[in-house]
């Protein structure tokens, strides 16, 4: 069974920065991609940063183009997310997510979420 399990997330302030990351366990899908999406009050789900398996491709949401980056770590199955630049509207519950298309818009394997709040 895959298991996504997230952590990072905390409260910053405008400006700061932030590591999410997360570990998959289980089966490697190694002609998937991984991604990282959020969801604020009121808003729907959107896809943030994407990766390919070897890490070749990335895909970023323009409004976090240039302040995140998305890496990843194989031999640790971990998946990172280093913000920067923190902006309020950055605020949102991260979901890190295993298994999905590219650029990742479907996903079979989701983290439970982790909390990001940005104050101004």
């Known amino acids: 069974q895959v298991r996504i399990l997230e952590s990072g997330g905390g409260l910053v302030q405008a400006g700061g920065s932030l590591r999410l990351s997360c570990v998959a366990s289980?089966?490697?899908?190694?002609?998937?991609?991984m991604g990282w999406f959020r969801q604020a009050p009121g808003k729907e789900r959107e896809s943030v940063a994407g990766?390919?398996?070897?890490?070749?491709?990335?895909y970023y949401l323009d409004s976090v183009k240039g302040r995140f980056t998305i890496s990843k770590d194989n031999a640790k199955r971990t998946v990172y997310l280093q913000m920067g630049g923190l902006k309020p509207e950055d605020t949102a519950v991260y979901y890190c997510a295993a298994g999905c298309s590219y650029p990742p818009r479907s996903c079979d394997y989701w983290g439970q979420g982790t909390q990001v709040t940005v104050s101004s």
């Open positions: 990766i390919t398996w070897s890490g070749s491709s990335t």
């Open positions: 289980g089966r490697t899908f190694s002609m998937y991609a």
